[in-house]
């Protein structure tokens, strides 16, 4: 049983608890309780910053104490005692608990108390540094009670309860499993669930690994009370079929990467060596790559690479090998020690393969891994950048000429000589020399040429014979480079000379003495006796002259070089002429003349090979530097040169000139054949002139001109400045500066003076010996004021007139100087700072301490705004460390957060008054801004700008450490570890060190004072290391091991310290089956592509899927449709190795099918999955078409028409190419979609007039790589000679045309550019519309019909037209010619509704013969036209009417009367009359079968009998007049005579 005692209270005794003599037997242990009991607080954690509301939950929390209830609040209370800062049991450091009613409450069953808010750096018994995921033992205190003996060493009663953990909590991940690459799509998303995860305590940066793999986080989303959730994005990186832990760091803004660092995994190829194990060399010209050279074509030997991580591959089960050209090629790997750096590397050997020679070969190693089946899951490759070259390298060959004889030794550098070559020899041109030494190192050969294989003066192509076996030629190394049989020539000696010729000169150079030791054949006079050299114009080819026969006697060996002396120069044609040596051998044999002159070359350090006339080399002046000379009117310059002299163009004093230019020209004294002097003309200041000599006196032979051959020289009228020292001061000015120049000695220059823009030239001091001007600058009252174009003006008594202009504002490179008024900063450090700050920020400079200030002060503002600002307010002016040119900045501690930047600037104060007029937007305060112009260099006076007014210059300080470097240590790994460079294996394991600047941020002495964790977690790229490791405070450095990482991948290293994750941040890896959630996250296959992507609907194709991670499973199933559609049917599938599955499909219909594969884990117990019964299902975006044709539309085909079909099906989209068989016959066929294919093509002859309908068989031809695939139709096509059914509707009226739709059978195919009409009898045809479509449904078979239209004919298009029943009819363009349809249908032409509108006249005489004009509408098309005269009745018969019938006229263009529009004439019958008698009048427009009536009758006149006076007796017909009579007569006349004419 559990009971309590409760405290001692008014009328209740007290109860005494005794302790227990010995534990109570099982099964009812009894547990004593006095006093209060916890049994919970939940939450159990909380924000780190404090605030949240926590419940103490129990009993007895009021029970027995003699407190007013109304005080129990006063005399309870709550601390949280931190167990790092605290023994076990022991609360000496603790964080009291408000009690203000908002944040305090107590009942019996429950105390609610808010966690205080978080004090940092502080250590009192009443506080302390809480840190993130510390535990505080919570202790509830009860002052009114004695003092408990269960926590003595605590003031007054206090009651040990739960833990309260400072730490976010993460509950859940969705989805908790993903692919394991590659890198998931867009929708693989995840989101994170749980509490707290924003804290003001730390920033908001969060980092989600999912194993040791960083996943990309986006977003926070804090909600109203609890900041729950997390949402990223998944990168891959996991291993299939195996559960991660997830792990949520927060705060990760404390992070810091090595810069220019980075860490590869996976083997790395250094260098291949050559064939005897040497280091290829590197020359970005012959072998920039840095290829190895020599490899023998018939292979087998062993290619050394030199790399790092081999080893990783080298044991089982894992596997590697060499590749050349993409071949396998046999490997191996062997240990040795590196010399350079003592470490044991291991050294893989390829053996290289047969290729032939000249080959350049690509050299791959491939890595891979096996699965448990013994089969290799994956390949990965590492490319060398070097390539193996199967022949040997020329570089140089010396020497690159000799005598024709042979026999001169000669050396050729390359590489690739040594190695598999049987034997070397250098060939000169076709012929080999004696076999040649090489050097150990393969890339000197020592050879000679042939004996007595050369030809005089000719060039040959130089090349290397390696081996004799490879063919008539063997194997031979090719060059550009080529040996000179015979003579050189390269210079002539002295190399210039006076006009006139007859000196002395000689020739330089090899072997004009050729073959003076052989005479064998081929060259059987091989003794040089005569020879001859001829002088020639450089840029014409005249010849000057020749010189006399020479022979041995002439040339002269000295020194390794031959001269040929003897040689007088010819005279030259004109002043500065140049001349180049021809040398003709006048008794040697060759076989084209040409080859008997050798010309001599000019030297590269010259332009000319021989030169005529003076020569003009360099000047000399008091004040010359850089080719100019300054000076003035009457400065003397000196010339340097040769042939000065020269007789031909030296006529004495006064001969030679000097031009300056445009200034004129000079004479010149002559001192001697290679000196003369001349004084420069009068100039302009400051002006710049090119210098040249003439030779031009009228008495010379010539005349002539020289320069400078170089580089022109120059004369300056007047010094130069050059410089300012100091270009800055105090703003209120008057301090002295000096002006530094050259040439301020010259020109007579008695005083200089600086020149500013103030009208009034301050005093200055000149020293023409230093060439410096010194004097104040102006006074200033503005900051940031700028002076440009700093001058000096010179005073001298030789400027004359000009003086007002002798002055000075650019230097040589036409800069201009500039003066600055204000302080000037030059640098700023340290520029990265602890965090945690106390350090100081020197700044130096000039101007610190002008008299315009009078304080300073130092800004430090924040590059985030969220972020403090830090603006110091210390006033620097009277501290001990501020000087004119260092102030020294103290920045706070703990001011910054993570990952702050601040914009550092110094900044002063001014009192204003005058000095505020400047700046007027800084107030009373200054500090540097940039300029806003720059001054231009141009020659001007001095002016003023503003140097300032543009953005604030400032330091960038950044807070936090900086790595300084990171070192690699031995691993864990495999055997052996990776040289000492950043290598690490795939598979992890590599110990790094990585030091940084400053760390002690984050570790502390003092044990119970500690800053976070005093550890550090290492990244590497986007992964972590798999644990934390310490930081060392003594050397500012944190050892971690490398995880395991991507094949041949390089990333950065970095350290994330004091990381705030805690197990309550993280969702632990199971993997016990009989735990129901066991796993926190599962990495699942991948699957990339599909063997083929379509199969036949009768299966049994093998479909491979590649993808990876398969070898995690033991068996898998090939899923195909969706769940979703209820079309998924599966098969059984093969795992062939980690990246290949393999099903054989089932038969199915056709359709496309999205392709699934299930793995699954198997136990020796059961078959059941593993992961609680599931499989892993791997939805692999691929998908399967089981192809074929499921129909064809249209069924019905017209014979008459070029075929035109759709075959229907699926998974044409698979297919290259495409044909039809329709009735036997080949035609095109197009693929419209992934279901249906178009076949057309000419009309098919399948049926005649005596079988109108055939049933024919549709395929279809689908190609694929090549092969062609046949599909069936089960439906078979019609084909059939068009018919037409029905027509709607039946009539149409004659004066308008209507749409009239025929329906029928075999109409569509027709060709739409073709001809086509609707027939309605003989001999009228109208357009037929052959846009031809289906109507009805597939339910009513009778209904479903085709159409073709086309619009009635009318009287206007075919006058010929009349009403009644005609025959409808169609023609198609079929076989030949036009041909109708088999069938035809009635078509009935009606006159709706003719009207008469009027007659005239309207009456006649008894007698008859009076033409009547019938005018009204819709006349025409009439099969008999009649005008009724009388009573018609019922009778159908005509015959038996009494009235009468005349025949009428259609008049079709109508009269004038009518407007042209139709009447009908007819001619009035006789009826005798006794009085005027008025009768009907009609008309028939279909031979009396019906009559349109007239309102209007016809009236007969009686003809009045003549008397014995000839007076009639009558009157003449009503309403006529005379005139009328007469007009009456004149239209019917004229009626009639229109109806003759028609």
Same mark, same amino acid.
């Given at each position: 049983?559990?009971?309590?005692?409760?405290?001692?209270?008014?009328?209740?005794?007290?109860?005494?608890?005794?302790?227990?003599?010995?534990?109570?037997?099982?099964?009812?242990?009894?547990?004593?309780?006095?006093?209060?009991?916890?049994?919970?607080?939940?939450?159990?954690?909380?924000?780190?910053?404090?605030?949240?509301?926590?419940?103490?939950?129990?009993?007895?929390?009021?029970?027995?104490?003699?407190?007013?209830?109304?005080?129990?609040?006063?005399?309870?209370?709550?601390?949280?005692?931190?167990?790092?800062?605290?023994?076990?049991?022991?609360?000496? +450091?603790?964080?009291?608990?408000?009690?203000?009613?908002?944040?305090?409450?107590?009942?019996?069953?429950?105390?609610?108390?808010?966690?205080?808010?978080?004090?940092?750096?502080?250590?009192?018994?009443?506080?302390?540094?809480?840190?993130?995921?510390?535990?505080?033992?919570?202790?509830?205190?009860?002052?009114?009670?004695?003092?408990?003996?269960?926590?003595?060493?605590?003031?007054?009663?206090?009651?040990?309860?739960?833990?309260?953990?400072?730490?976010?909590?993460?509950?859940?991940?969705?989805?908790?499993?993903?692919?394991?690459?590659?890198?998931?799509?867009?929708?693989?998303?995840?989101?994170?669930?749980?509490?707290?995860?924003?804290?003001?305590?730390?920033?908001?940066?969060?980092?989600?690994?999912?194993?040791?793999?960083?996943?990309?986080?986006?977003?926070?989303?804090?909600?109203?009370?609890?900041?729950?959730?997390?949402?990223?994005?998944?990168?891959?990186?996991?291993?299939?079929?195996?559960?991660?832990?997830?792990?949520?760091?927060?705060?990760?803004?404390?992070?810091?990467?090595?810069?220019? +660092?980075?860490?590869?995994?996976?083997?790395?190829?250094?260098?291949?060596?050559?064939?005897?194990?040497?280091?290829?060399?590197?020359?970005?010209?012959?072998?920039?790559? &840095?290829?190895?050279?020599?490899?023998?074509?018939?292979?087998?030997?062993?290619?050394?690479?030199?790399?790092?991580?081999?080893?990783?591959?080298?044991?089982?089960?894992?596997?590697?090998?060499?590749?050349?050209?993409?071949?396998?090629?046999?490997?191996?790997?062997?240990?040795?020690?590196?010399?350079?750096?003592?470490?044991?590397?291991?050294?893989?050997?390829?053996?290289?393969?047969?290729?032939?020679?000249?080959?350049? %070969?690509?050299?791959?190693?491939?890595?891979?891994?096996?699965?448990?089946?013994?089969?290799?899951?994956?390949?990965?490759?590492?490319?060398?950048?070097?390539?193996?070259?199967?022949?040997?390298?020329?570089?140089?060959?010396?020497?690159?000429?000799?005598?024709?004889?042979?026999?001169?030794?000669?050396?050729?550098?390359?590489?690739?000589?040594?190695?598999?070559?049987?034997?070397?020899?250098?060939?000169?041109?076709?012929?080999?020399?004696?076999?040649?030494?090489?050097?150990?190192?393969?890339?000197?050969?020592?050879?000679?040429?042939?004996?007595?294989?050369?030809?005089?003066?000719?060039?040959?192509?130089?090349?290397?014979?390696?081996?004799?076996?490879?063919?008539?030629?063997?194997?031979?190394?090719?060059?550009?480079?080529?040996?000179?049989?015979?003579?050189?020539?390269?210079?002539?000696?002295?190399?210039?000379?006076?006009?006139?010729?007859?000196?002395?000169?000689?020739?330089?150079?090899?072997?004009?003495?050729?073959?003076?030791?052989?005479?064998?054949?081929?060259?059987?006079?091989?003794?040089?006796?005569?020879?001859?050299?001829?002088?020639?114009?450089?840029?014409?080819?005249?010849? /000057?002259?020749?010189? *006399?026969?020479?022979?041995?006697?002439?040339?002269?060996?000295?020194?390794?070089?031959?001269?040929?002396?003897?040689?007088?120069?010819?005279?030259?044609?004109?002043?500065?002429?140049?001349?180049?040596?021809?040398?003709?051998?006048?008794?040697?044999?060759?076989?084209?003349?040409? *080859?008997?002159?050798?010309?001599?070359?000019?030297?590269?350090?010259?332009?000319?090979?021989?030169?005529?006339?003076?020569?003009?080399?360099?000047?000399?002046?008091?004040?010359?530097?850089?080719?100019?000379?300054?000076?003035?009117?009457?400065?003397?310059?000196?010339?340097?040169?040769?042939?000065?002299?020269?007789?031909?163009?030296?006529?004495?004093?006064?001969?030679?000139?000097?031009?300056?230019?445009?200034?004129?020209?000079?004479?010149?004294?002559?001192?001697?054949?290679?000196?003369?002097?001349? *004084?420069?003309?009068?100039?302009?200041?400051?002006?710049?002139?090119?210098?040249?000599?003439?030779?031009?006196?009228?008495?010379?032979?010539?005349?002539?001109?020289?320069?400078?051959?170089?580089?022109?020289?120059?004369?300056?009228?007047?010094?130069?400045?050059?410089?300012?020292?100091?270009?800055?001061? %105090?703003?209120?000015?008057?301090?002295?500066?000096?002006?530094?120049?050259?040439?301020?000695?010259?020109?007579?220059?008695?005083?200089?003076?600086?020149?500013?823009?103030?009208?009034?030239?301050?005093?200055?001091?000149?020293?023409?010996?230093?060439?410096?001007?010194?004097?104040?600058?102006?006074?200033?009252?503005?900051?940031?004021?700028?002076?440009?174009?700093?001058?000096?003006?010179?005073?001298?008594?030789?400027?004359?007139?000009? *003086?007002?202009?002798?002055?000075?504002?650019?230097?040589?490179?036409?800069?201009?100087?500039?003066?600055?008024?204000?302080?000037?900063?030059?640098?700023?450090?340290?520029?990265?700072?602890?965090?945690?700050?106390?350090?100081?920020?020197?700044?130096?400079?000039?101007?610190?301490?002008?008299?315009?200030?009078?304080?300073?002060?130092?800004?430090?503002?924040?590059?985030?705004?969220?972020?403090?600002?830090?603006?110091?307010?210390?006033?620097?002016?009277?501290?001990?460390?501020?000087?004119?040119?260092?102030?020294?900045?103290?920045?706070?501690?703990?001011?910054?957060?993570?990952? %702050?930047?601040?914009?550092?600037?110094?900044?002063?104060?001014?009192?204003?008054?005058?000095?505020?007029?400047?700046?007027?937007?800084?107030?009373?305060?200054?500090?540097?801004?940039?300029?806003?112009?720059?001054?231009?260099?141009?020659?001007?006076?001095?002016?003023?700008?503003?140097?300032?007014?543009?953005?604030?210059?400032?330091?960038? /300080?950044?807070?936090?450490?900086?790595?300084?470097?990171?070192?690699?240590?031995?691993?864990?790994?495999?055997?052996?570890?990776? &040289?000492?460079?950043?290598?690490?294996?795939?598979?992890?394991?590599?110990?790094?060190?990585?030091?940084?600047?400053?760390?002690?941020?984050?570790?502390?002495?003092?044990?119970?004072?500690?800053?976070?964790?005093?550890?550090?977690?290492?990244?590497?790229?986007?992964?972590?290391?798999?644990?934390?490791?310490?930081?060392?405070?003594?050397?500012?450095?944190?050892?971690?091991?490398?995880?395991?990482?991507?094949?041949?991948?390089?990333?950065?290293?970095?350290?994330?310290?004091?990381?705030?994750?805690?197990?309550?941040?993280?969702?632990?890896? /199971?993997?016990?089956?009989?735990?129901?959630?066991?796993?926190?996250?599962?990495?699942?296959?991948?699957?990339?592509?599909?063997?083929?992507?379509?199969?036949?609907?009768?299966?049994?194709?093998?479909?491979?899927?590649?993808?990876?991670?398969?070898?995690?499973?033991?068996?898998?199933?090939?899923?195909?449709?969706?769940?979703?559609?209820?079309?998924?049917?599966?098969?059984?599938?093969?795992?062939?190795?980690?990246?290949?599955?393999?099903?054989?499909?089932?038969?199915?219909?056709?359709?496309?099918?999205?392709?699934?594969?299930?793995?699954?884990?198997?136990?020796?117990?059961?078959?059941?999955?593993?992961?609680?019964?599931?499989?892993?299902?791997?939805?692999?975006?691929?998908?399967?078409?089981?192809?074929?044709?499921?129909?064809?539309?249209?069924?019905?085909?017209?014979?008459?028409?070029?075929?035109?079909?759709?075959?229907? !099906?699926?998974?044409?989209?698979?297919?290259?190419?495409?044909?039809?068989?329709?009735?036997? &016959?080949?035609?095109?066929?197009?693929?419209?979609?992934?279901?249906?294919?178009?076949?057309?093509?000419?009309?098919?002859?399948?049926?005649?007039?005596?079988?109108?309908?055939?049933?024919?068989?549709?395929?279809?031809?689908?190609?694929?790589?090549?092969?062609?695939?046949?599909?069936?139709?089960?439906?078979?096509?019609?084909?059939?000679?068009?018919?037409?059914?029905?027509?709607?509707?039946?009539?149409?009226?004659?004066?308008?045309?209507?749409?009239?739709?025929?329906?029928?059978?075999?109409?569509?195919?027709?060709?739409?550019?073709?001809?086509?009409?609707?027939?309605? !009898?003989?001999?009228?045809?109208?357009?037929?519309?052959?846009?031809?479509?289906?109507?009805?449904?597939?339910?009513?078979?009778?209904?479903?019909?085709?159409?073709?239209?086309?619009?009635?004919?009318?009287?206007?298009?075919?006058?010929?037209?009349?009403?009644?029943?005609?025959?409808?009819?169609?023609?198609?363009?079929?076989?030949?010619?036009?041909?109708?349809?088999?069938?035809?249908?009635?078509?009935?032409?009606?006159?709706?509704?003719?009207?008469?509108?009027?007659?005239?006249?309207?009456?006649?005489?008894?007698?008859?013969?009076?033409?009547?004009?019938?005018?009204?509408?819709?006349?025409?098309?009439?099969?008999?036209?009649?005008?009724?005269?009388?009573?018609?009745?019922?009778?159908?018969?005509?015959?038996?009417?009494?009235?009468?019938?005349?025949?009428?006229?259609?008049?079709?263009?109508?009269?004038?009367?009518?407007?042209?529009?139709?009447?009908?004439?007819?001619?009035?019958?006789?009826?005798?009359?006794?009085?005027?008698?008025?009768?009907?009048?009609?008309?028939?427009?279909? %031979?009396?079968?019906?009559?349109?009536?007239?309102?209007?009758?016809?009236?007969?006149?009686?003809?009045?009998?003549?008397?014995?006076?000839?007076?009639?007796?009558?009157?003449?017909?009503?309403?006529?007049?005379?005139?009328?009579?007469?007009?009456?007569?004149?239209?019917?006349?004229?009626?009639?005579?229109?109806?003759?004419?028609?």
């Amino acid at each position: 049983a559990r009971f309590r005692v409760g405290f001692s209270a008014p009328g209740r005794p007290a109860v005494l608890c005794p302790a227990l003599p010995r534990p109570p037997p099982p099964p009812y242990p009894l547990l004593y309780t006095c006093g209060p009991v916890c049994s919970s607080v939940p939450p159990a954690t909380g924000k780190l910053s404090g605030g949240n509301l926590v419940t103490i939950a129990g009993s007895g929390f009021l029970e027995g104490r003699s407190t007013a209830g109304s005080s129990f609040a006063a005399v309870t209370s709550v601390r949280l005692c931190l167990e790092r800062l605290n023994e076990r049991g022991q609360c000496e +450091v603790f964080e009291p608990v408000s009690k203000r009613f908002a944040d305090f409450s107590i009942s019996n069953d429950e105390i609610v108390f808010r966690v205080p808010g978080l004090r940092q750096g502080v250590r009192t018994p009443v506080g302390g540094n809480r840190l993130f995921g510390d535990v505080a033992r919570v202790f509830v205190g009860f002052e009114d009670v004695p003092a408990n003996a269960l926590a003595s060493n605590l003031n007054g009663s206090y009651v040990e309860c739960s833990e309260y953990r400072f730490t976010p909590v993460v509950d859940s991940i969705s989805p908790d499993r993903l692919e394991a690459g590659p890198p998931p799509g867009s929708a693989d998303a995840f989101l994170i669930s749980g509490r707290d995860f924003n804290d003001a305590a730390y920033n908001t940066d969060v980092r989600v690994d999912i194993g040791v793999v960083r996943q990309d986080e986006v977003a926070l989303y804090p909600q109203i009370d609890a900041d729950t959730t997390i949402v990223g994005q998944a990168a891959s990186g996991g291993q299939s079929g195996r559960s991660e832990a997830v792990v949520v760091t927060f705060d990760t803004c404390n992070t810091t990467v090595a810069e220019g +660092v980075s860490l590869h995994y996976g083997p790395r190829i250094d260098l291949v060596l050559d064939p005897v194990g040497n280091e290829p060399s590197l020359s970005e010209d012959r072998n920039p790559r &840095q290829d190895s050279w020599g490899w023998h074509p018939a292979g087998g030997q062993d290619v050394r690479v030199l790399g790092a991580g081999f080893e990783e591959f080298d044991a089982e089960p894992l596997d590697l090998h060499c590749l050349v050209d993409g071949v396998p090629v046999a490997a191996r790997l062997e240990r040795e020690v590196v010399p350079e750096t003592g470490f044991d590397a291991t050294v893989l050997v390829c053996v290289s393969p047969p290729r032939p020679f000249g080959t350049e %070969a690509l050299l791959e190693v491939e890595f891979g891994r096996v699965c448990a089946s013994g089969e290799i899951d994956s390949r990965q490759r590492v490319v060398a950048s070097q390539r193996l070259r199967y022949e040997a390298r020329i570089d140089t060959v010396e020497p690159s000429f000799g005598v024709t004889s042979g026999g001169t030794p000669v050396t050729v550098t390359g590489e690739g000589f040594v190695g598999a070559w049987s034997d070397y020899a250098c060939v000169f041109g076709a012929f080999a020399s004696p076999p040649a030494d090489v050097s150990l190192e393969g890339s000197v050969l020592r050879c000679e040429t042939p004996r007595e294989r050369g030809q005089f003066n000719t060039d040959v192509a130089v090349s290397v014979l390696l081996s004799p076996e490879g063919g008539d030629e063997g194997f031979r190394a090719l060059s550009n480079h080529t040996f000179h049989y015979g003579p050189v020539c390269l210079d002539v000696q002295p190399n210039n000379g006076r006009i006139r010729g007859g000196y002395a000169v000689s020739l330089v150079g090899y072997g004009f003495l050729d073959c003076v030791d052989s005479d064998y054949t081929p060259i059987t006079n091989c003794e040089i006796e005569n020879f001859v050299v001829h002088w020639r114009d450089s840029e014409t080819g005249v010849l /000057l002259g020749s010189s *006399q026969r020479l022979g041995v006697q002439d040339v002269l060996g000295d020194f390794g070089l031959e001269y040929i002396l003897n040689l007088t120069m010819p005279r030259a044609s004109q002043c500065q002429q140049h001349a180049y040596a021809t040398i003709e051998y006048l008794n040697v044999d060759v076989e084209e003349d040409s *080859q008997r002159f050798v010309q001599c070359s000019t030297p590269p350090e010259r332009t000319d090979f021989f030169h005529y006339g003076p020569r003009f080399e360099r000047q000399l002046s008091t004040y010359h530097r850089n080719g100019v000379s300054y000076g003035w009117d009457g400065s003397a310059i000196t010339f340097l040169g040769s042939n000065f002299q020269d007789p031909a163009v030296f006529a004495g004093a006064g001969s030679v000139q000097c031009r300056f230019g445009e200034r004129g020209l000079r004479p010149a004294f002559v001192v001697d054949d290679t000196q003369l002097t001349c *004084q420069a003309p009068p100039g302009i200041w400051n002006e710049v002139v090119e210098v040249d000599l003439r030779w031009d006196s009228p008495s010379a032979e010539l005349k002539c001109v020289a320069q400078r051959e170089v580089r022109g020289e120059l004369f300056h009228y007047g010094p130069v400045i050059d410089s300012v020292r100091p270009d800055r001061g %105090a703003v209120a000015g008057l301090e002295p500066i000096t002006v530094s120049g050259f040439a301020f000695g010259c020109c007579g220059i008695e005083e200089a003076r600086c020149m500013f823009p103030s009208l009034d030239e301050l005093e200055s001091v000149l020293d023409a010996d230093a060439e410096t001007v010194t004097c104040p600058v102006p006074p200033n009252n503005n900051v940031d004021r700028q002076i440009n174009n700093i001058g000096v003006r010179f005073l001298s008594g030789v400027f004359g007139v000009q *003086q007002g202009n002798a002055y000075q504002t650019t230097t040589e490179d036409a800069d201009v100087l500039t003066y600055f008024y204000g302080p000037r900063i030059t640098s700023v450090t340290p520029t990265a700072l602890r965090l945690s700050g106390g350090q100081r920020v020197t700044v130096t400079g000039e101007g610190f301490k002008d008299p315009y200030f009078d304080g300073v002060y130092c800004d430090f503002l924040a590059e985030d705004p969220s972020h403090p600002s830090d603006v110091g307010t210390v006033d620097l002016f009277r501290s001990p460390q501020f000087t004119d040119t260092q102030i020294v900045c103290e920045v706070k501690h703990f001011n910054h957060p993570c990952g %702050a930047v601040d914009h550092f600037r110094p900044r002063w104060h001014r009192p204003c008054g005058n000095k505020c007029n400047h700046r007027t937007e800084l107030g009373e305060w200054y500090y540097r801004t940039e300029g806003t112009t720059d001054p231009s260099n141009q020659r001007l006076l001095p002016y003023y700008t503003d140097a300032g007014g543009g953005d604030p210059i400032t330091e960038r /300080l950044e807070y936090g450490p900086v790595i300084l470097e990171v070192t690699p240590e031995e691993g864990d790994g495999p055997a052996g570890s990776p &040289q000492p460079t950043l290598q690490s294996w795939t598979s992890g394991g590599l110990r790094v060190t990585v030091r940084a600047d400053d760390l002690s941020d984050w570790v502390t002495d003092e044990e119970d004072n500690a800053f976070g964790s005093e550890h550090a977690l290492c990244l590497f790229g986007d992964r972590r290391a798999a644990e934390l490791s310490p930081i060392d405070r003594t050397t500012h450095s944190v050892t971690c091991v490398a995880p395991p990482g991507v094949f041949g991948s390089d990333v950065s290293v970095g350290l994330l310290l004091d990381p705030h994750f805690t197990d309550a941040t993280t969702i632990a890896a /199971l993997e016990d089956p009989a735990i129901d959630d066991v796993h926190a996250f599962h990495w699942t296959p991948f699957a990339t592509a599909i063997s083929t992507p379509w199969g036949s609907t009768a299966g049994h194709e093998t479909l491979t899927i590649d993808g990876g991670g398969f070898c995690a499973y033991e068996s898998v199933v090939c899923v195909f449709g969706d769940d979703a559609f209820e079309n998924q049917f599966s098969v059984e599938g093969d795992i062939v190795n980690d990246n290949t599955v393999q099903c054989v499909t089932p038969p199915h219909a056709v359709g496309t099918f999205d392709v699934a594969l299930d793995f699954c884990i198997t136990t020796e117990l059961s078959a059941e999955c593993r992961f609680h019964g599931e499989v892993d299902r791997v939805r692999t975006g691929l998908t399967f078409t089981y192809a074929g044709v499921t129909g064809i539309f249209p069924d019905e085909l017209s014979a008459c028409a070029d075929l035109d079909l759709l075959v229907l !099906g699926n998974g044409f989209e698979r297919f290259d190419s495409f044909q039809c068989e329709v009735a036997g &016959q080949r035609t095109l066929a197009q693929r419209v979609n992934d279901t249906a294919v178009r076949c057309f093509g000419p009309q098919l002859f399948v049926v005649d007039h005596f079988e109108p309908v055939e049933c024919n068989t549709v395929a279809l031809l689908a190609t694929d790589n090549l092969r062609v695939h046949r599909f069936d139709a089960e439906t078979r096509v019609e084909f059939g000679l068009p018919q037409l059914l029905r027509v709607d509707p039946e009539q149409a009226d004659v004066d308008r045309s209507s749409e009239i739709v025929i329906q029928g059978r075999y109409f569509q195919g027709a060709d739409e550019d073709g001809s086509y009409s609707c027939v309605f !009898g003989d001999g009228i045809e109208t357009e037929a519309d052959v846009s031809f479509r289906r109507i009805g449904n597939d339910d009513d078979d009778d209904a479903l019909r085709e159409v073709i239209r086309c619009r009635s004919p009318t009287l206007r298009s075919h006058p010929q037209l009349t009403v009644g029943r005609r025959t409808l009819e169609v023609k198609f363009d079929c076989d030949k010619g036009q041909e109708s349809t088999t069938s035809r249908l009635p078509f009935t032409f009606v006159q709706s509704n003719p009207v008469i509108e009027g007659i005239f006249p309207d009456s006649g005489f008894e007698t008859g013969g009076t033409s009547i004009t019938v005018f009204g509408t819709n006349f025409g098309g009439g099969t008999g036209y009649f005008c009724s005269f009388g009573e018609v009745d019922d009778d159908d018969d005509p015959r038996n009417n009494p009235n009468q019938l005349v025949s009428a006229v259609y008049v079709a263009e109508g009269i004038e009367e009518s407007n042209g529009d139709p009447v009908l004439v007819c001619r009035s019958p006789a009826n005798r009359i006794d009085r005027t008698t008025s009768v009907d009048f009609r008309v028939s427009l279909d %031979a009396g079968k019906s009559f349109v009536d007239s309102e209007v009758p016809f009236t007969y006149t009686n003809v009045p009998l003549c008397n014995e006076d000839g007076d009639s007796d009558a009157a003449a017909p009503r309403g006529l007049s005379s005139r009328a009579l007469l007009l009456a007569l004149l239209m019917l006349s004229l009626s009639l005579a229109a109806a003759l004419r028609m």
